[in-house]
């Protein structure tokens, strides 16, 4: 139990265009979202918090407008990086916490961004 | 700021030999601890977690972590790693109600066979 996955696992995009990324639990209700970067052979970096029906709390230094996030139902959480530049490429991880265990994040497996 | 260190970046071991992966956080409140395991091309996994009671923690795998509030650190153990094991470990903190974690840098493990 207690999956989440991403969609897509990887998107390669031109500089300049905006890309959504999708996390849903698939088989849990997702009360809280969470969206992290992770650059490589580094750690996660928390982007912003996201409760169901409610304006995502954005980290320090996060571009709440170049990182739109929508949780719009306990199983669907999206990312859309509005547009892109090659900097934004990294690996973007969300997790989900079930409503009775908030102490609990279930992560996603990610997804790859590049950005040409 | 609450903050997590991982003072072993890339760690080597052969198979059958003990692990210790050292997690110091810095924060003076209550906090919640976390070590989660990726193995290659897979997401994040709960290894175990501290909330409060005994402070050697039993979890997944045959690993178990000890909290020793005094020195600020959660680390990781492992009395005989196998090839399976080879993946990043991470630490992490939470703390207060936010359910924000805060994760240490991690550490590759390279288990040789």
């Known amino acids: 139990g207690a999956v989440v996955s991403q969609h897509p696992s990887w998107v390669i995009c031109k500089s300049g265009t905006s890309v959504k990324i999708e996390c849903r639990s698939l088989d849990f209700q997702a009360t809280t979202m969470f969206w992290y970067r992770q650059f490589p052979k580094q750690s996660l970096m928390l982007m912003a918090t996201?409760?169901?029906?409610?304006?995502?709390?954005?980290e320090q230094g996060v571009e709440k407008d170049k990182f739109l996030i929508n949780h719009a139902s306990l199983t669907l959480s999206t990312l859309t990086v509005t547009s892109a530049h090659p900097e934004d490429s990294s690996f973007y991880i969300c997790?989900?916490?079930?409503?009775?265990?908030?102490?609990?994040?279930?992560f996603g497996p990610g997804t790859r961004l590049t950005v040409l | 700021a609450q903050s997590v260190s991982q003072h072993n970046h890339h760690v080597i071991l052969s198979e059958a030999a003990s692990l210790e992966l050292g997690c110091n956080y810095s924060?003076?409140?209550?906090?919640?601890l976390f070590w989660y395991v990726q193995y290659p091309g897979q997401h994040l996994q709960l290894l175990l977690k501290?909330?409060?009671?005994?402070?050697l923690v039993k979890g997944i795998k045959g690993f178990e972590a000890e909290f020793i509030k005094s020195k600020f650190s959660f680390n990781l153990r492992k009395p005989s790693v196998q090839w399976s094991d080879t993946a990043e470990y991470f630490c992490a903190v939470k703390s207060g109600n936010t359910g924000k974690l805060i994760f240490g840098q991690g550490t590759t493990l390279q288990v040789k066979p």
């Open positions: 924060y003076g409140g209550t906090v919640n």
């Open positions: 997790s989900g916490s079930p409503y009775r265990g908030p102490d609990t994040q279930y």
């Open positions: 501290y909330f409060s009671g005994d402070p």
């Open positions: 996201s409760n169901e029906g409610s304006k995502a709390t954005y």
